[in-house]
């Protein structure tokens, strides 16, 4: 009887490994399904938002920072005009890549102003590995073009399951660049 037990309890012991693995595993991926499917859903919003810019749109190097950055260099903010009158702005969408400590992981961000912070920010997406997430790219004679990549991690503590979503999009209603 005794050998009946200690057979049993091997085999229990082994049933509930597979059973705490399997919830492991599904709780990891639920996390990762998550992650890029609000990565996809700030895409979608984000392309709506520089399709229907009035003026070209600017980069930035940090959330904090003021000064553009030069064309194709990857930036953490880039602010759209959402309303213009007689060619100035009058109202301003901004979209940005920060966290509460500076590293990863890094939330997106959207905010009306041309400021934008995690603190005051609504949260649209999360687990980016990098803030450098939007580069202008001004070509002369076309209409300026942002690119977008979203490094999405939902365990930032292994190097495999990265998921990027990248795309360039057109400011269709922004003039020309001469």
Same mark, same amino acid.
């Given at each position: 009887?005794?050998?009946?037990?200690?057979?049993?309890?091997?085999?229990?012991?082994?049933?509930?490994?597979?059973?705490?693995?399997?919830?492991?595993?599904?709780?990891?991926?639920?996390?990762?399904?998550?992650?890029?499917?609000?990565?996809?859903?700030?895409?979608?919003?984000?392309?709506?938002?520089?399709?229907?810019?009035?003026?070209?749109?600017?980069?930035?190097?940090?959330?904090?920072?003021?000064? !553009?950055?030069?064309? *194709? @260099?990857?930036? #953490?903010?880039?602010?759209?005009?959402? /309303?213009?009158? %007689?060619?100035?702005? &009058? =109202?301003?969408?901004?979209?940005?890549?920060?966290?509460?400590?500076?590293?990863?992981?890094?939330?997106?961000?959207?905010?009306?102003?041309?400021?934008? !912070?995690?603190?005051? *920010? @609504?949260?649209? #997406?999360?687990?980016?590995?990098?803030? /450098?997430?939007? %580069?202008?790219?001004? &070509? =002369?004679?076309?209409?300026?073009?942002?690119?977008?990549?979203?490094?999405?991690?939902?365990?930032?503590?292994?190097?495999?399951?990265?998921?990027?979503?990248?795309?360039?999009?057109?400011?269709?209603?922004?003039?020309?660049?001469?």
């Amino acid at each position: 009887m005794l050998t009946v037990l200690a057979m049993l309890s091997f085999v229990m012991t082994a049933v509930a490994t597979i059973f705490v693995a399997g919830l492991h595993a599904q709780t990891d991926m639920d996390q990762r399904f998550q992650a890029q499917q609000n990565a996809r859903l700030a895409l979608t919003s984000i392309r709506h938002d520089i399709r229907t810019s009035c003026m070209a749109p600017q980069v930035y190097a940090t959330p904090s920072s003021s000064t !553009a950055l030069a064309s *194709g @260099v990857f930036g #953490a903010k880039v602010v759209f005009a959402s /309303a213009c009158s %007689a060619g100035v702005a &009058t =109202s301003n969408v901004t979209w940005c890549a920060d966290s509460s400590t500076g590293a990863a992981p890094f939330g997106l961000y959207k905010q009306t102003g041309t400021t934008c !912070a995690y603190n005051n *920010g @609504v949260k649209r #997406a999360d687990q980016l590995k990098t803030n /450098a997430v939007f %580069a202008l790219s001004t &070509t =002369s004679g076309r209409r300026p073009e942002v690119a977008l990549s979203f490094p999405v991690d939902a365990n930032l503590s292994t190097t495999n399951g990265v998921y990027t979503l990248s795309d360039t999009v057109m400011a269709r209603n922004s003039a020309a660049s001469p």
